[in-house]
């Protein structure tokens, strides 16, 4: 049962970066955040 969580949480938080990673510079900025944040925004979010 922990594997299958933790796979749910990567997956979800690899999702999540490459969701962020599409968005531009100037739309990053706007929701606050910096291409260096996307993986602890990614990992925060798959919590």
């Not at 594997?3 to 962020?20: G, I, P, Y």
């Not at 606050?32 to 798959?46: E, F, L, T």
């Amino acid at each position: 049962m922990r594997f299958a969580n933790a796979l749910r949480s990567f997956r979800k938080a690899r999702e999540t970066a490459n969701e962020l990673n599409r968005l531009s510079n100037r739309e990053l900025a706007d929701l606050g955040i910096s291409r260096s944040d996307i993986p602890a925004v990614a990992r925060q979010a798959s919590r």
